[in-house]
C-alpha cells in the first residue's frame, strides 16, 4: 500500500521568510511519481511538480525548490523569501510509474501554509 | 490555455435528491478521475477511466454513487439518493495514461 505522511499540518510565517514543508512517503513500487499541488483560498488543485523515482537531482523554479531523497524516503519542498500569495493549502501526493492501470494519486493531508505581512 | 471543466461549481440539494456532476477532460486527455475531499478523509479516489473504460471504482459507494463517460469529452458522477454525509467538493482530473493529472475546479456539494 502507498502513504504520504505530510507531518506539519499548519505553518505560520512572515513574509520573506523561507519555509519548507516536509513530505515522506512509503511505497513497494521501485518506481513511481511524486508531485506537489497547491490550493489556494479558492479551491483549486493547482499541479507544481513531478518527479520520477529514479531521478534524484533538486529542482528549482523561481522560488521553489525541491529536495528529492530516495533514502529517506522524502520530497520536501521549500519556498524561499515567501510572498503572501503563497499562502494555500499544499499537498504531496505519489502514484505508480508504469505498467499498469492503476495511476491513482496518494495524497498526504496537506499542509496549510500561512505567511503573514 | 486548455483546462478540466466542471459543472455546476455549487450544488445544494435536500437528502434524497438524485445529483449529477459533469467534467470535460482537457482534449486528448485518455484518463479521468474523480475524488472527493473532505475535512475527515482529505482527498480520496472515487473512480477511474481509461480511454473511457472504468477501471477502478473501488472507492465509490456502489449502492448510491455511479460514474459513466458518455463520450470522450464527457465524465458525469451521480448520487441517488444524495445523503448528508456525501457532503464534500468533488474534484474531476485528467491525463494522459500515468502523465500528470491536472484537476478542475471542483463541485462543493451540500446536501441538506
Known amino acids: 500500500a502507498q502513504k504520504v505522511t505530510q507531518a506539519q499540518t499548519e505553518i505560520s510565517v512572515v513574509e520573506k521568510e523561507d519555509v519548507t514543508l516536509d513530505c515522506v512517503y512509503e511505497?513497494?513500487?521501485?518506481?513511481?511519481?511524486l508531485f506537489w499541488y497547491k490550493q489556494p483560498p479558492s479551491g483549486e488543485l493547482v499541479f507544481l511538480i513531478r518527479?520520477?523515482?529514479?531521478?534524484?537531482q533538486n529542482e528549482i523554479s523561481g522560488r521553489y525548490s525541491w529536495n528529492f531523497q530516495k533514502s529517506t524516503s522524502s520530497f520536501n519542498f521549500t519556498i524561499t523569501a515567501s510572498q503572501v500569495v503563497d499562502s494555500a493549502v499544499y499537498f504531496c501526493?505519489?502514484?505508480?510509474?508504469?505498467?499498469?492501470?492503476?495511476?491513482?494519486?496518494?495524497f498526504g493531508k496537506g499542509t496549510l501554509l500561512t505567511v503573514n505581512p | 490555455d486548455a483546462r478540466v471543466t466542471q459543472t455546476p461549481r455549487h450544488k445544494v440539494t435536500e437528502m434524497g435528491q438524485e445529483v449529477t456532476m459533469r467534467c470535460q477532460p482537457i482534449?486528448?486527455?485518455?484518463?479521468v478521475f474523480w475524488y472527493r475531499q473532505t475535512m475527515m478523509q482529505g482527498l480520496e479516489l472515487l473512480a477511474y477511466?481509461?480511454?473511457?473504460?472504468?477501471?477502478?471504482d473501488s472507492g465509490m459507494p456502489k449502492d448510491r454513487f455511479s460514474a459513466e463517460m458518455p463520450d470522450a469529452t464527457l465524465a458525469t458522477l451521480k448520487i441517488q439518493p444524495s445523503e448528508p454525509r456525501d457532503s464534500a467538493v468533488y474534484f474531476c482530473?485528467?491525463?494522459?495514461?500515468?502523465?500528470?493529472?491536472?484537476f478542475g475546479p471542483g463541485t462543493r456539494l451540500t446536501v441538506l
Open positions: 482530473a485528467s491525463g494522459f495514461s500515468g502523465d500528470t493529472q491536472y
Open positions: 511505497t513497494r513500487d521501485t518506481t513511481y511519481y
Open positions: 518527479r520520477n523515482s529514479f531521478d534524484e
Open positions: 501526493a505519489l502514484s505508480r510509474f508504469s505498467g499498469g492501470s492503476n495511476y491513482k494519486l496518494t
Open positions: 482534449l486528448g486527455h485518455n484518463t
Open positions: 477511466f481509461r480511454n473511457r473504460a472504468p477501471l477502478d
